[in-house]
């Protein structure tokens, strides 16, 4: 609250100040120019709200000058600031404390003189090129309008209205890029593409810059869904690079903007106290740098464990290509993340044997890189836990990966109190029915001998959920299972990789098609491959039958999945090993919302799990509110058991952690729409002349092919390869 009046007030003052001048120096700067005459950036804010004043007086030409001005002057100050973080880092340096004497009046002598003159160094450097305005902080809504690049929405309209369509659709396209959920701006592509003067080079990401971890990213799932390992590898190593760079150039923020001070900051008596806040909100905001490279624009959450992930690709990719000293290297530096990990360790061995002889590669270590930027996190994190501890300071770590021994035992303690009361609660959770409209109605017949209805929507306390009972007997049960063990160990050199949800536990996933090529090479039974495909046609009957759907059903993705508990992985265990989600779209459980967007599979319409077995422990499924966080029904997994559920927001669901045995089962998607149907199953089937039975209803509904699409299902085609290679990789199971 606080913030945003001082930013109001100092708008104000920053308007009758500098308005003068601006007229002045901002008709005489060249276009795209974002300096003065004077050279001096002005404040990029005040540039904005001048722009958006203009746009709603339909000042076009204004608004467009205006908003240009700010966002070039917003880059010109990030770079700047940049610049005097790195010609600064040093100033301070050759004051070497002698701590032989008066050990503790020195030291604050030192410090504080390698403070001063830090900041001295910072302040010179900034006032040779940004206004004193200009240096201030901006408010929050200004934050909120860049970060969303609301800037280029604003734009975009004042471009067309000026008849400039190759710059409208640069602006549409830079903004739809950070909010692909918005209806409208596609619409406005869709628009701009058909206007003539506007080619497909019109379409340019003006923000490019930030994302390009994210291209490199893309780049290496492709390479690695064709199997071509030499682009994977160096495509993994430039995201990793360029990761490690927006991390640095983020962090290098921190230190010259002006730091948002906790507000408790105020209620502090000592100066030390003062202090240790100040150099604490300082190492958060570093360490939060974490979570915003690893945030796609446009998403509202990172994605989890971003750097190791990397690493974990890479070292796979370079050993696929055969250079194994550099997977060593990689795994090295995995390593650093998850020094314990038993898979990473195994295949290190499995690296190191194959190596036999070259003694140089085999004592490489991790990379510098890695190792520095370990050691560093490594140690903010300790200083941070610290101040939790003792100085009450809040801080969100924002990795998976660090070491327990990190974090204060006391602080531990109170978390385990805090889920144990939040499951408490949870267990009275109140009756919260949601209305469904997928279109899907619970209820209908059950057309299979021996299979009945376990439990319906009321006893699920919920909407379009079931559990069947008797899909399967012992015995294929145990056949299923069977061919997961087989398929484990006659798998590649990798087996048995770290859950990506969980570092607690292991998994193994078998595809059909992986199933049935390992069968057409004589290692897997072949009238036992062809039972796994058996057992998802005859939950695709049930489904589609139960939640009487009026369209066919395809299959979308189908995928049997095994998770181990990994022994000595388990004691204090707080996590899940799935956490809570929605098939269909993006859950923010903050708003309620759920976004039907990439990187969710937005064409899933049904969902279904076929469990295997029961002799494990935990590894129970339940569903939740909206929140992910009131539990609204568990549902124990058994031998030949069949949970069905529409995959859209009434179904949010996760899976609790397996602590210990191995659970199996076999995960199940189901669409309406034939063009995302599973191509892979088909080409499973065509191996063994297994027709699909799902042509044969699709005849029947050709009529109803054609009718018009449900809102937010007009993807456009190449989001499935995306899509489909994410779910190869199995990021996605139950
Ligand atoms: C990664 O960065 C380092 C130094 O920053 C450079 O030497 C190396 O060539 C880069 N690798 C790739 C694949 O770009
Ligand atoms: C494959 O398994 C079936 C039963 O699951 C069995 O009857 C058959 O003999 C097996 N075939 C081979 C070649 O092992
Ligand atoms: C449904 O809610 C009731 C009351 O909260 C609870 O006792 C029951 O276990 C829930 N059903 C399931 C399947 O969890």
Redesign the pocket.
């Known amino acids: 609250m606080a913030l945003r009046v001082k930013a109001c007030v100092y708008v104000a003052l920053a308007l009758a100040s500098v308005c003068a001048w601006c007229s002045v120096c901002l008709c005489a700067a060249s276009p795209g120019s974002s300096t003065s005459l004077s050279g001096l950036l002005p404040p990029y804010d005040e540039l904005y709200y001048r722009g958006v004043r203009a746009y709603f007086t339909e000042d076009w030409e204004k608004a467009a000058e205006f908003i240009e001005l700010s966002i070039a002057t917003r880059e010109a100050l990030l770079r700047t600031r940049r610049k005097c973080h790195d010609e600064c880092s040093s100033a301070g340096d050759e004051i070497v404390p002698s701590l032989e004497k008066d050990k503790n009046t020195l030291w604050d002598l030192w410090t504080l003189d390698w403070i001063q003159r830090r900041a001295e160094c910072i302040k010179f450097c900034l006032g040779r090129a940004v206004t004193p305005a200009g240096q201030l902080p901006v408010s929050l809504d200004i934050e909120y309008e860049f970060g969303t690049r609301n800037a280029y929405n604003f734009l975009q309209i004042a471009y067309y209205k000026l008849r400039k369509p190759r710059k409208a659709a640069a602006a549409a396209y830079t903004f739809f890029k950070a909010n692909p959920s918005h209806l409208e701006m596609r619409n406005n592509i869709e628009k701009y593409r058909r206007m003539a003067g506007v080619t497909e080079d019109a379409f340019e990401d003006r923000e490019r810059e930030l994302e390009k971890h994210w291209e490199f990213y893309d780049a290496a799932l492709t390479a690695e869904s064709s199997s071509d390992w030499p682009r994977a590898v160096n495509s993994w190593k430039e995201c990793v690079n360029e990761t490690l760079k927006q991390t640095d150039e983020c962090r290098a923020q921190c230190v010259v903007t002006s730091q948002r001070l906790p507000e408790e900051i105020d209620g502090m008596e000592g100066v030390y106290e003062k202090a240790a806040a100040l150099s604490l909100s300082l190492l958060a905001c570093k360490q939060a740098c974490v979570s915003l490279v690893s945030m796609r624009p446009g998403r509202v959450s990172p994605q989890e464990d971003f750097l190791p992930m990397q690493l974990e690709h890479l070292h796979i990719a370079q050993y696929k290509e055969g250079d194994l000293k550099g997977a060593v290297q990689t795994l090295r530096s995995l390593l650093l993340f998850y020094p314990k990990d038993p898979e990473s360790l195994s295949n290190l061995q499995i690296y190191t044997e194959s190596l036999e002889g070259d003694t140089e590669s085999q004592t490489t270590g991790p990379s510098l890189e890695i190792s520095n930027y370990v050691s560093r996190a490594l140690e903010e994190k300790k200083l941070l836990y610290f101040g939790v501890e003792n100085l009450d300071f809040k801080f969100f770590d924002p990795d998976l990966w660090t070491p327990e021994d990190i974090v204060p035992e006391s602080l531990r303690e109170s978390w385990r109190a805090e889920r144990e009361q939040l499951n408490a609660k949870l267990k009275e959770g109140e009756k919260l029915l949601e209305v469904d409209d997928s279109g899907f109605y619970a209820g209908g017949p059950v057309p299979l001998v021996g299979v009945t209805i376990t439990m319906d929507d009321e006893t699920l306390n919920g909407t379009n959920r079931v559990v069947l009972d008797g899909v399967l007997s012992q015995?294929e049960c145990d056949?299923v299972i069977q061919l997961a063990n087989i398929a484990a160990s006659v798998g590649d050199g990798y087996k048995g990789r770290r859950s990506p949800h969980t570092p607690h536990e292991k998994f193994e996933g078998l595809t059909i098609l992986k199933a049935f090529k390992l069968a057409q090479d004589g290692l897997l039974?072949?009238?036992?491959a062809k039972?796994l495909h058996e057992a998802g046609e005859r939950a695709r009957i049930l489904i589609h039958s139960y939640f009487r759907s009026h369209s066919a059903l395809y299959f979308f993705y189908t995928h049997l999945v095994c998770r181990t508990a990994i022994p000595g992985h388990q004691e204090g265990r707080l996590d899940l090993s799935h956490p809570v989600h929605v098939d269909n779209c993006i859950l923010e459980p903050e708003t309620r919302q759920c976004w039907r967007e990439a990187p969710a599979f937005t064409h899933r319409d049904l969902s279904a799990v076929l469990y295997l077995n029961d002799d494990f422990e935990g590894g129970e499924l339940f569903f939740t509110d909206r929140d992910a966080k009131t539990v609204t029904a568990r549902v124990k997994p058994s031998c030949g058991r069949l949970v069905g559920f529409t995959s859209g927001p009434v179904n949010p669901h996760g899976v609790t952690a397996v602590t210990a045995g191995r659970r199996c089962a076999l995960a199940l998607w189901f669409t309406t729409e034939k063009l995302h149907r599973d191509m892979e199953r088909e080409e499973a089937e065509a191996m063994f002349g297994l027709e699909g039975k799902e042509e044969m209803e699709e005849k029947e509904e050709s009529d109803s092919k054609h009718a018009p699409a449900r809102s937010g299902r007009s993807q456009p085609s190449k989001v499935r390869s995306k899509e489909r290679e994410r779910v190869s990789s199995g990021k996605d199971e139950l």
Not at 525 to 528: E, F, I
Request: charged share 15%; net charge negative; proline share 0%.
């Open positions: 015995s056949t039974n072949q009238s036992d039972l």
